[in-house]
């Protein structure tokens, strides 16, 4: 079983990378997020245990979430590999997942780390604005208007929610980065983290990271522009 695990920022592009690569490599995209939501939509024994936790907006243990992806892993549609998005988020849970994948025969073959500048996360996520009257939705960097701070489509005023303000985003990011550099720290010592510079465009990125899983092994690999 071929195991890659998608390491990123929000707004890196992890997640699209995921599913362009799941297509390429023929492997489940495994995205934590909907193991979750489809376990507790399914109403399944571990679903119920996490909802548990998300009703009193708690987080969902660590036990909790390594169950779920094991789960996953013992699915007949990962019997080849799968390539996991979102998990693992924290050291212990890498740790975690080594374990599980121990007792598979396992490992993860190859850690994918679409890296981006901290101030192009900021670019990209404060970019979104709404228009006051119909709710469009603009982009600044994807789907600018033609008129700054003005609908395209009513000619009413745009305005950012505080969530997508850029000193909210930054602060969410210096919640998030340092357990995802432990992530990184945790690969990089076993001698698999692969890092791509994630600014490039998107085809280009995937290039990167298919060359990337086509050779495997040799420590300390970067696949440069
Ligand atoms: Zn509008």
């Known amino acids: ?27 489940p ?3 934590s997020g909907d193991l979750f939501r489809e376990a507790v939509r399914l109403d399944t024994r571990l679903g119920r245990e996490a909802r ?12 909790i ?12 549609d990962a019997a080849a590999g799968v390539i996991l998005d979102g998990f693992p988020r924290t050291r212990p849970q890498a740790e975690a997942l080594d374990l599980a994948l121990g007792r598979r025969g396992a490992r ?7 890296g981006v500048p901290e101030e ?23 789907n600018p208007p033609a008129v700054p701070g003005v609908c395209d489509v009513d000619g009413s005023e745009l305005y950012q929610r505080d969530d997508d303000r850029p000193e909210t985003v930054r602060a969410r990011l210096e919640q998030q980065l ?3 550099y ?29 060359r990337a899983v086509a050779h495997p092994a040799g420590p300390g690999r970067s696949e440069a522009a």
């Open 182 to 210: 432990d992530v990184i720290d945790h690969y990089t010592t076993q001698g698999v983290l692969v890092a791509v510079d994630g600014g490039q465009p998107i085809e280009a990125v995937t290039d990167a990271l298919l």
């Open 178 to 180: 340092p357990p995802m």
């Open 52 to 63: 548990r936790y998300m009703d009193r907006g708690a987080l969902v243990p660590d036990s």
């Open 29 to 31: 995209h495994v995205a």
């Open 120 to 142: 192009e996360l900021v670019r990209r996520l404060s970019g979104r604005w709404l228009c006051r009257s119909g709710g469009h939705v603009y982009n600044e960097v994807s």
């Open 1 to 27: 079983m071929k195991v890659f695990v998608m390491i990123g920022a929000p707004g890196a592009g992890k997640g699209t990378q995921a599913a362009i690569l799941s297509e390429r490599l023929g492997l």
């Open 108 to 114: 993860v073959d190859a850690a994918l780390y679409v």
């Open 65 to 76: 979430v390594v169950r779920m992806i094991e789960e996953r892993l013992d699915a007949p």
